[in-house]
């Protein structure tokens, strides 16, 4: 009796309740992904570069068009030449004084000294190119001696029969005077000149006295001497209308192409990176980019003549050239190149930033596969609920289920994305710096720098590069008059 009682609440639990059967086997849970964490990033490329340059004198080329030859001149028999230069020239070529104390504005044939350099680098070329050159002193002499005729002879120039009634007095009354000695010589012969000059259209030589003249102030006069019988003719004069250098206190700079040297145009080439900048003229300077080029310190030395025939008075050649420093001197320089990154840190922090979402990604993926896995074996057991209940527990079981799958995957998705992709918020591009510097060696750089300050070498080492100036110049110039 006791067996049935106990029974029939048994049978009334058993038809009120039911169970959710469990999952037989643990269905199948991607293993997830490896943390695989970016150990550096890609290293930037940095440098530096010493490049040490020498460029040889450059020849400064003569265009056709700075020359022009009316024909050739024949040599057989020998050709005789008068130089004629303008006066101002420099007895020597030194920069002891500065320039305001060797100006010269006189104008007109002569020199300051009978030993010019500038002319001594002329008469050689001329010499060279096959010429007989007169010297210029005996030439001065021998214009010295017509102008002392012509004040004491009334028949040694022609023009004089041209002058006034007036004028013919004058000059007749102060010849008396000089003969009668109740004038000096010099006072005679300088009143005489200054009624000379009085007529506009004599050819007369126009000189000084004893202290200061000018005996060859007129190029027809030069001319006409040198057709004079005597020992001292010439054929052709040389007229020089300008030669002459850039004072110191008006430095010039050159032009150094740097794109064109080509160590420099293959290493800026070689890096796409480092680019070209304009011309500087301060070398001192450190720059972000190579310069196209750099301005050295430098002189500029100019000649500007005319060949004229003695007998017709023709321009038979006429030329002008100038030369630079770079003619004269080597110019040696270093060109020191930095390169590194600018941004490099900034490269850093991104990777940790990126290496720090890669770890908060993995833990999620971790997490997320333990919840799934979790989930599942929640619900392999059997689980019996009231049976009114039973439907809730069937939606709750499969929602549970669903959402831990779908977090999962929604994890692995990112990890693996974001795995995959190492430069996930990192771009490793640099950004970079460059330090370009110019030390220049030549001694014009120096030179520049100490201007009149120098010592004797300094003083040596400018005159020398002013004289192969000169010189070359004139070389060049002089060897374009056509001759056979």
Same mark, same amino acid.
């Given at each position: 009796?006791?067996?049935?009682?106990?029974?029939?609440?048994?049978?009334?639990?058993?038809?009120?309740?039911?169970?959710?059967?469990?999952?037989?086997?643990?269905?199948?849970?991607?293993?997830?992904?490896?943390?695989?964490?970016?150990?550096?990033?890609?290293?930037?490329?940095?440098?530096?570069?010493?490049?040490?340059?020498?460029?040889?004198?450059?020849?400064?080329?003569?265009?056709?068009?700075?020359?022009?030859?009316?024909?050739?001149?024949?040599?057989?028999?020998?050709?005789?030449?008068?130089?004629?230069?303008?006066?101002?020239?420099?007895?020597?070529?030194?920069?002891?004084?500065?320039?305001?104390?060797?100006?010269?504005?006189?104008?007109?044939?002569?020199?300051?000294?009978?030993?010019?350099?500038?002319?001594?680098?002329?008469?050689? =070329?001329?010499?060279?190119?096959?010429?007989?050159?007169?010297?210029? =002193?005996?030439?001065?002499?021998?214009?010295?001696?017509?102008?002392?005729?012509?004040?004491?002879?009334?028949?040694?120039?022609?023009?004089?029969?041209?002058?006034?009634?007036?004028?013919?007095?004058?000059?007749?009354?102060?010849?008396?005077?000089?003969?009668?000695?109740?004038?000096?010589?010099?006072?005679?012969?300088?009143?005489?000149?200054?009624?000379?000059?009085?007529?506009?259209?004599?050819?007369?030589?126009?000189?000084?006295?004893?202290?200061?003249?000018?005996?060859?102030?007129?190029?027809?006069?030069?001319?006409?001497?040198?057709?004079?019988?005597?020992?001292?003719?010439?054929?052709?004069?040389?007229?020089?209308?300008?030669?002459?250098?850039?004072?110191?206190?008006?430095?010039?700079?050159?032009?150094?192409?740097?794109?064109?040297?080509?160590?420099?145009?293959?290493?800026?080439?070689?890096?796409?990176?480092?680019?070209?900048?304009?011309?500087?003229?301060?070398?001192?300077?450190?720059?972000?980019?190579?310069?196209?080029?750099?301005?050295?310190?430098?002189?500029?030395?100019?000649?500007?003549?005319?060949?004229?025939?003695?007998?017709?008075?023709?321009?038979?050649?006429?030329?002008?050239?100038?030369?630079?420093?770079? =003619?004269?001197?080597?110019?040696?320089?270093?060109?020191?190149?930095?390169?590194?990154?600018?941004?490099?840190?900034?490269?850093?922090?991104?990777?940790?930033?990126?290496?720090?979402?890669?770890?908060?990604?993995?833990?999620?993926?971790?997490?997320?596969?333990?919840?799934?896995?979790?989930?599942?074996?929640?619900?392999?057991?059997?689980?019996?609920?009231?049976?009114?209940?039973?439907?809730?527990?069937?939606?709750?079981?499969?929602?549970?289920?669903?959402?831990?799958?779908?977090?999962?995957?929604?994890?692995?998705?990112?990890?693996?994305?974001?795995?995959?992709?190492?430069?996930?918020?990192?771009?490793?591009?640099?950004?970079?710096?460059?330090?370009?510097?110019?030390?220049?060696?030549?001694?014009?750089?120096?030179?520049?720098?100490?201007?009149?300050?120098?010592?004797?070498?300094?003083?040596?080492?400018?005159?020398?590069?002013?004289?192969?100036?000169?010189?070359?110049?004139?070389?060049?110039?002089?060897?374009?008059?056509?001759?056979?």
């Amino acid at each position: 009796m006791k067996k049935i009682l106990i029974l029939l609440p048994l049978l009334c639990i058993n038809a009120c309740s039911s169970t959710l059967p469990g999952i037989k086997t643990m269905p199948d849970v991607h293993p997830g992904h490896e943390l695989i964490q970016l150990s550096d990033i890609r290293k930037p490329i940095t440098y530096s570069k010493n490049i040490f340059i020498n460029i040889p004198q450059s020849i400064t080329e003569l265009d056709d068009d700075k020359f022009f030859n009316k024909g050739t001149i024949r040599l057989n028999p020998s050709k005789t030449i008068i130089i004629s230069v303008p006066r101002g020239e420099k007895a020597a070529l030194n920069i002891e004084k500065e320039p305001q104390q060797q100006k010269d504005h006189s104008i007109g044939y002569g020199s300051l000294g009978y030993f010019n350099k500038r002319e001594t680098f002329i008469e050689d =070329s001329l010499l060279r190119q096959g010429f007989d050159v007169v010297d210029r =002193s005996r030439f001065e002499a021998k214009l010295r001696d017509m102008r002392d005729r012509a004040t004491n002879d009334k028949n040694w120039w022609s023009y004089r029969d041209r002058l006034s009634e007036a004028q013919t007095k004058k000059i007749s009354f102060l010849e008396n005077e000089r003969d009668s000695n109740r004038l000096s010589k010099d006072e005679a012969n300088r009143q005489i000149m200054l009624v000379l000059g009085e007529n506009k259209d004599q050819s007369s030589v126009t000189g000084k006295t004893k202290e200061g003249r000018r005996e060859m102030s007129d190029i027809s006069e030069v001319i006409r001497a040198a057709k004079a019988d005597g020992d001292a003719k010439a054929d052709y004069v040389l007229l020089v209308n300008y030669l002459d250098i850039v004072e110191p206190s008006q430095v010039n700079d050159n032009i150094l192409t740097l794109y064109t040297i080509p160590e420099i145009k293959n290493l800026v080439n070689s890096d796409k990176d480092l680019s070209w900048g304009s011309i500087e003229k301060d070398a001192t300077k450190t720059f972000n980019r190579v310069p196209r080029g750099i301005t050295i310190p430098g002189y500029f030395a100019k000649l500007s003549a005319k060949l004229i025939e003695v007998s017709s008075g023709k321009i038979v050649w006429l030329g002008e050239h100038t030369v630079n420093s770079l =003619s004269a001197t080597d110019v040696q320089f270093e060109l020191a190149i930095n390169k590194s990154p600018a941004n490099y840190h900034q490269q850093k922090r991104l990777l940790e930033i990126h290496n720090n979402k890669l770890n908060i990604a993995y833990s999620e993926m971790i997490n997320a596969k333990q919840n799934l896995v979790d989930t599942y074996t929640k619900y392999m057991q059997p689980i019996t609920v009231k049976s009114d209940q039973i439907e809730f527990l069937k939606r709750r079981k499969t929602s549970e289920i669903n959402q831990a799958k779908f977090d999962y995957d929604r994890s692995l998705n990112e990890y693996k994305k974001m795995s995959e992709n190492q430069s996930h918020g990192l771009t490793e591009v640099y950004d970079y710096d460059y330090k370009v510097n110019i030390s220049l060696s030549s001694d014009l750089n120096y030179l520049k720098q100490k201007m009149y300050q120098l010592d004797k070498s300094g003083k040596e080492i400018l005159n020398r590069h002013i004289e192969y100036l000169m010189t070359k110049v004139v070389q060049k110039l002089i060897k374009t008059i056509k001759v056979k």
